[in-house]
């Protein structure tokens, strides 16, 4: 059984709410702006780092999410991982953060995320094959995505190493650093976006553990332990 404090996903969620709430109010903006400063040299200097865009797409992601859903039996890992992709959108619609400025990305790269990136963009235009759209595609993503707040690849990073690693969610906040400073670096997100897509991760990640404790253990040692307590009750009335 996956241990943690029962509070655990309200304390997170408490957490991702203070920094949407940061995001708002723009007080980080002057820092996040300096350390995007800071990162983007790395970012052009090695192109590789654009791969975290190509990692941490819903493809990829999703299926690492069904994976470890299948192995662990636990179909609400998929659910919470739906759900956080709606809270991302809806939080990039409301929260209209200014857009860093992307780092140079090769073609080469570029063409990768088309394979391994959904967005609203690319669904209309799948749509559009069907029904005309006169456009509207191409203003989709502006129009739906106002914001960077969260970041949804670190979100889904932290996410599916999480629902893997459950006896060892320590390694997500290292695999959070990681693809937190590569989303900054190249110009996705800034600091508090990739914040806040962790935040996001731990909160359903302990929430799905709240939601399942005690359900992870065998039927039979919860009922042994039951007539264990049981037995002691009546010793204890019986005196």
């Given at each position: ?16 709410i ?13 820092l ?7 990162l ?25 999410v ?35 400025k ?20 690319m669904v ?7 029904i005309?759209?006169?456009g509207?595609?191409?203003k ?15 979100f ?5 190493s ?28 800034w ?9 996001l ?12 404790r ?15 307590r049981?037995?002691e009750e ?6």
């Amino acid at each position: 059984m996956t241990k943690g404090h029962p509070h655990s996903a309200l304390w997170w969620s408490v957490f991702w709410i203070l920094a949407a709430l940061v995001a708002v109010s723009g007080a980080l903006v002057p820092l996040d702006r300096s350390i995007g400063a800071v990162l983007s040299r790395f970012g052009n200097r090695v192109p590789a780092s654009n791969l975290i865009w190509v990692v941490g797409g819903i493809p990829i992601t999703g299926l690492a999410v069904l994976g470890a859903a299948w192995r662990r039996n636990r179909w609400r890992l998929v659910l919470a991982f739906l759900g956080g992709l709606l809270v991302e959108a809806l939080a990039k619609h409301f929260i209209a953060t200014p857009l860093p400025k992307a780092t140079f990305e090769p073609p080469f790269y570029r063409h990768l995320e088309t394979f391994t990136n959904i967005t609203p963009k690319m669904v209309l235009s799948w749509v559009a094959v069907v029904i005309p759209m006169h456009g509207a595609s191409a203003k989709a993503h502006v129009a739906l995505f106002r914001g960077s707040f969260p970041s949804g690849h670190v979100f889904r990073l932290t996410y599916a190493s999480g629902a893997w690693l459950f006896r060892r969610r320590r390694w997500t906040w290292a695999i959070a650093l990681v693809a937190g400073t590569l989303v900054v670096a190249t110009g996705g997100h800034w600091a508090l976006d990739a914040a806040g897509g962790f935040l996001l991760a731990r909160a359903l990640l302990a929430f799905v553990d709240s939601v399942s404790r005690g359900q992870s253990e065998p039927r039979g040692a919860r009922s042994s332990r039951s007539n264990f307590r049981d037995r002691e009750e009546a010793q204890h009335r019986s005196r």
